[in-house]
């Protein structure tokens, strides 16, 4: 970082919160933006409405994320009006996209950065005030790799660890490579300090995050760098859950699936984005396996992990699909079972190669395929949850994940393979982070129920300091297949 760059202290104590749309990448870089602002001397603001500075993570990839924006925006416009010295600041991948059509659509914006420079938000909020003027600022190449970064975690029991941004594929939906640029791998040995860091600090689970995991180590030559990131995961003490998101078919090899055979804190969970079961569409996707090698790999990883949850993203109604090319998705995914699924209409998303194809389908068409899809895929994850009653499972306690709970006076959390299970914790008093073992008394179509008596209970240094004065516990988990406490996107960025 060059000295333009250093962020001045803030003078006097000024109030920040982040807003984060989208996927995981912007759930791991708000956290940057937060640590960054905290380190700048901005404290977290007690409400969203109170806050001195609003932040935007922004995505482009949802349909109408811009007008999303702009609406939000134009919410915000009387209120810096009522409140002088406001900051509002836009960044991530539609910052990235619309530059400074930003603060010529909504000129009380204060600044816009964008995914490659997400370290020079303070400086850029110190310039705008300092300079009374608007401040636009996007790198076309990654300056600083965010993890680098310093972080306000959300959570005290999980954490998010990049292990590369940016993706060398390019898929024809996917507004990835534009905005975040080609793939850029973290060296091995500081994705493992991150994680010796966060285990150190009591965190018991860790998601490794990239556009593309299983092509890691394409940068600097070693084809089988994610399978020894797994492995050398594996042999950090304390370290109790790993997962990974979101790998490719393309680049899925046996020596990844042995080791997550191999690596017992790599949880049974496979998150692997289908995105179509016809060949015929997947080559319009411009992706380059074939459904018979999707499910070759699905095999391989059920040889080896009987239990492992495979979870998917699908994308129904691609340009050009036919009825028959829907149908060859209704097979896959019947002969696939996966524990659960994302569905996504297609929708045109400005700035992608599909947005120009001809024979872009009816709304009406679209929607009656995707009802029988979710139909489908709700049948097979019931039965698969109904198969797992009667079984026992670990569940690390979440905060935030079971909506009802305070109603059903239970506790939620995520069984090893990412199941979401929501249990009774009757006289004990157990808190997220904590971690117990419970038999599962009702599968039902999204979520498993335990009813009965705590079988084991842990307290955990992750559970003593999720409850420490000073400590929200508003927080966040990584979820089930592809994590997010947040509105998870797909069909790019998130996943691959
Ligand atoms: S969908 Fe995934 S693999 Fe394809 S271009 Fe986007 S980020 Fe890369």
Redesign the pocket.
Same mark, same amino acid.
């Given at each position: 970082m060059d000295a333009s760059c250093q962020a001045y202290p803030v003078t006097v104590s000024r109030s920040y919160t982040v807003r984060t749309y989208g996927c995981q990448m912007n759930v791991h870089d708000s956290e940057r933006m937060a640590g960054l602002l905290e380190e700048a001397g901005y404290t977290r603001s007690a409400t969203d409405d109170s806050a001195d500075v609003v932040v935007f993570n922004t995505c482009a990839v949802r349909e109408n994320a811009d007008n999303r924006l702009y609406g939000n925006l134009s919410h915000l416009a009387p209120v810096k009006r009522e409140r002088p010295g406001m900051q509002i600041a836009v960044g991530g991948c539609l910052a990235q996209k619309d530059r400074a059509e930003i603060v010529r659509r909504a000129p009380w914006v204060d600044v816009v950065f964008g995914t490659h420079n997400v370290h020079a938000l303070p400086v850029l909020l110190e310039r705008a005030r300092h300079n009374a003027a608007a401040q636009v600022e996007i790198a076309e190449s990654l300056e600083v790799f965010p993890s680098t970064l310093p972080a306000r975690r959300e959570s005290t029991y999980a954490g998010w660890v990049s292990i590369s941004v940016g /993706?060398n594929?390019?898929?024809t939906? /996917?507004i990835?490579?534009a905005l975040r640029g080609t793939e850029k791998d973290r060296r091995p040995g500081d994705v493992l300090a991150e994680v010796q860091a966060l285990v150190a600090d009591g965190v018991l689970e860790v998601t490794l995050l990239g556009?593309?995991v299983n092509a890691y180590g394409v940068e600097f030559g070693d084809r089988q760098a994610f399978a020894k990131l797994l492995r050398a995961c594996g042999s950090i003490d304390g370290l109790e859950r790993v997962r990974f998101t979101?790998p490719?078919p393309r680049d899925f090899t046996s020596d990844v699936i042995a080791a997550m055979a191999e690596t017992p804190n790599v949880c049974p969970q496979l998150h692997m984005?289908l995105q179509s079961g016809s060949d015929r569409m997947l080559r319009a996707m411009r992706?380059s396996y074939r459904s018979s090698r999707y499910l070759s790999i699905i095999d391989e990883v059920r040889a080896s992990l009987p239990d492992a949850a495979i979870t998917t993203d699908i994308i129904v109604g691609f340009p050009g699909e036919t009825e028959e090319d829907f149908q060859a998705t209704l097979d896959v995914v019947a002969a696939a079972r996966f524990a659960s699924a994302f569905t996504f209409q297609y929708s045109q998303r400005p700035g992608t190669p599909a947005a120009d194809l001809p024979d872009q389908l009816p709304k009406a068409v679209v929607q009656e395929r995707y009802m029988r899809l979710v139909a489908l895929q709700e049948e097979i994850s019931w039965a698969a949850n109904r198969a797992l009653e009667g079984r026992v499972v670990e569940v690390l306690v979440a905060a935030g994940e079971g909506k009802k709970d305070s109603a059903t006076h239970r506790l939620s959390g995520r069984a090893r393979d990412g199941r979401l299970v929501h249990f009774s914790p009757g006289d004990a008093h157990v808190r997220p982070g904590d971690v117990v073992e419970v038999e599962i008394s009702y599968g039902a179509p999204h979520h498993l129920v335990s009813d009965a008596a705590l079988r084991s209970h842990r307290r955990t240094r992750a559970g003593d300091a999720s409850v420490a004065p000073g400590r929200g516990t508003g927080l966040g988990l990584p979820g089930f297949g592809a994590p997010a406490p947040l509105p998870v996107t797909s069909?790019?960025?998130a996943?691959?």
């Open positions: /993706c594929n390019t898929c939906f /996917c990835v490579p556009q593309n979101s490719h984005p992706r069909g790019c960025g996943t691959s």
